[in-house]
């Protein structure tokens, strides 16, 4: 079957250290994969989009890897601030229909 | 001020009673989404429409429904006919339907409770 899978429900990591978030997916192509930030009884804010055939997108503090073999993709966040703390959810293109999002990593950033 | 709006925040029925939640947005995007969020798991799509008047179920359309009158708007319908309707409920917006290089805006959200 297909399936999502975003690593563990929760992430607790120090602050200026670097926090990796994985997803990883089954029984899906996606062409696109993408990222959004969701804060606690707000809806998702969209971080990046990656394609296939990119291996690397960054965005100023955050980046984004796609690797079609692993069936994975990793969101890392370099000196990590409390102000990070949220959930992350990854989505992609559920083999060309709408996207379909993974179940999140809440992530809390320790001061 | 651009974005998509959702009333009320918070909703609360007494079960068998239909509700409808509100979505607008004046971003002039053609495409719109319902969500359902639940504890744990990932936004699971109702129903979606790529233009007005026009509409799709998604994976979890049962117990729902949805109108496109107007661009800007996409209400949506709990009917006494789900089984489970409590959950968050987050409303999107795109650019353009079924094409995954576009990114979905959300609105805030309702939080419905049904008792």
């Known amino acids: 079957s297909q399936k999502i899978e975003q690593n563990s429900e929760a992430l607790n990591i120090q602050e200026g250290k670097t926090a990796t978030l994985t997803c990883n997916y089954t029984?899906?192509?996606?062409?696109?994969l993408q990222w959004y930030r969701q804060d606690p009884g707000r809806g998702p804010v969209f971080l990046l989009l990656?394609?296939?055939?990119?291996k690397e997108k960054r965005k100023e503090r955050l980046k984004v890897t796609f690797d079609t073999t692993l069936k994975q993709s990793l969101f890392h966040i370099t000196a990590s601030q409390p102000a990070d703390s949220a959930t992350y959810l990854c989505?992609?293109?559920?083999?060309?229909?709408?996207?379909?999002f993974g179940p999140g990593t809440r992530l809390s950033v320790l001061p | 001020d651009g974005g998509i709006t959702q009333s009320p925040k918070y909703l609360f029925r007494k079960e068998g009673q239909n509700v409808t939640l509100s979505c607008e947005q004046n971003?002039?995007?053609?495409?719109m989404y319902w969500y359902r969020q639940d504890p744990g798991q990932g936004l699971r799509l109702i129903y979606y429409?790529?233009?007005?008047?026009?509409?799709q179920k998604g994976d979890i359309a049962e117990g729902y429904s949805v109108s496109r009158e107007k661009k800007e708007s996409f209400p949506l319908t709990v009917t006494s006919a789900q089984k489970n309707p409590t959950a968050f409920y987050l409303c999107?917006?795109?650019?353009?339907?079924?094409?995954?290089?576009?990114?979905?805006?959300f609105g805030p959200g309702t939080r419905l409770t049904v008792t």
């Open positions: 999107a917006s795109s650019r353009q339907g079924l094409s995954p290089t576009y990114e979905q805006y």
């Open positions: 029984n899906y192509s996606p062409a696109y």
């Open positions: 990656i394609r296939e055939n990119e």
């Open positions: 989505a992609l293109d559920g083999n060309g229909q709408n996207f379909v």
């Open positions: 971003l002039n995007h053609d495409a």
């Open positions: 429409s790529q233009i007005v008047n026009d509409f």
